[in-house]
């Protein structure tokens, strides 16, 4: 079992960062830490990824360059760092984990509950 719990989201202004958190508890050791987003009235969108063996990242096109994920194993926690933010980023955040790397929602095999960023204009 894994359980995932986010952290850090808020409101802040286009051009703004802010940094969430994703604390793991559980069999974790041998997960990809995965960020998703989903927008009002939209789909469920990969954002980053992150393999806790190796420490492969991975990025969708919309936030690359902008978005950085990192892992610390002392405290079984991954973080996400945005930067830049952009109205279009608004949404909730969600941590998820499975095994391998994977770009689609429905793969994943647990979640956390989200937290919500709003970027104003």
């Known amino acids: 079992q894994v359980q995932l719990a986010e952290s850090g989201g808020g409101l802040v202004q286009a051009g703004g960062s802010l940094r969430l958190s994703c604390a793991a508890s559980?069999?974790?050791?041998?997960?990809?830490i995965h960020w998703f987003r989903q927008a009002p009235g939209k789909e469920r969108e990969f954002v980053a990824a992150?393999?806790?063996?190796?420490?492969?990242?991975y990025y969708a096109d919309s936030v690359k360059g902008r978005f950085t994920i990192s892992g610390d194993n002392s405290k079984n926690t991954v973080s996400l760092q945005m930067n830049s933010l952009k109205p279009e980023d608004t949404a909730v955040y969600y941590c998820?984990?499975?095994?391998?790397?994977?770009?689609?929602?429905?793969?994943?095999?647990?979640w956390g509950k989200g937290t919500l960023v709003t970027v104003s204009s």
């Open positions: 992150i393999s806790w063996t190796d420490r492969r990242t």
């Open positions: 559980g069999r974790t050791l041998s997960y990809t």
């Open positions: 998820a984990a499975r095994l391998n790397y994977r770009m689609n929602a429905p793969s994943m095999e647990y």
